[in-house]
């Protein structure tokens, strides 16, 4: 969940300890850390387990499926060093972003120290009651409606942007189960994850064709 911002467990220990009780050697050397704590980025190990479940399904030797993983691994650490210098040099780093949010903020609870959270603790004991209970009540009672990532998600920034295709999804979904029935269901929902494979493909397709280019082309992400 790439947007949901300022909930990594730095942030969590600040809320629940503060950072009165952190050394400010232990701030500074935490900075670095702000870059994958800061947010949630798109995890790597959805990824590479589901790759493995095809893999088995389809008989591959999920032995050299491993090893390609972590050659891309390797390939793609040194790719992402080098075109993150690339870009910070052509373009800054600071105006960018790079390192100036991370510090400013470890430099503002060194110089106001700040206490523990109660309000924001509260808030999580709240969410994370409101998910378990979501969660009991959808594997207990069939026609419960509500889905226990549906309250997460719902703060997730770019979500906006999102909430009418999972509407739409959500109402052809209701409407195919209610009127043809799970086997209707079943039957349609190639259809649907074709849509989807289908976006990403030419989304992906038209973005390496503007990189081969100079062009502007088809803009996946509109926001």
């Avoid at 009418?164 to 799970?182: A, C, Q």
């Avoid at 289908?198 to 992400?221: N, Q």
Wanted: with cysteine.
């Amino acid at each position: 969940m790439h947007g949901i911002h300022y909930f990594g467990p730095f942030q969590f220990f600040m809320a629940a300890a503060g950072s009165r009780k952190l050394a400010n050697q232990t701030l500074t050397a935490a900075a670095p850390f702000w870059t994958f704590t800061k947010q949630f980025r798109n995890h790597p190990m959805p990824y590479i387990l589901e790759s493995f479940k095809l893999a088995d399904r389809s008989g591959m030797d999920t032995c050299k499926l491993g090893r390609v993983i972590m050659l891309s691994v390797v390939v793609s650490f040194i790719l992402t060093f080098w075109t993150f210098l690339q870009f910070s040099y052509k373009w800054g780093g600071i105006s960018e972003g790079r390192g100036i949010e991370a510090y400013t903020t470890i430099a503002r609870w060194l110089v106001r120290p700040v206490e523990p959270d109660m309000q924001s603790l509260g808030a999580i004991a709240v969410g994370a009651l409101f998910v378990f209970t979501n969660t009991t009540l959808r594997l207990r009672l069939l026609w419960w409606p509500l889905h226990p990532l549906a309250y997460p998600i719902a703060g997730y920034a770019a979500f906006r942007h999102l909430w009418f295709p999972f509407f739409i999804s959500w109402l052809l979904k209701w409407g195919i189960l209610k009127h043809g029935g799970i086997q209707t269901y079943r039957r349609t929902f190639p259809f649907f994850l074709g849509l989807v494979l289908g976006d990403f493909t030419i989304g992906s397709v038209w973005g390496i064709i503007g990189l081969i280019t100079g062009e502007p082309t088809y803009a996946f992400k509109q926001w």
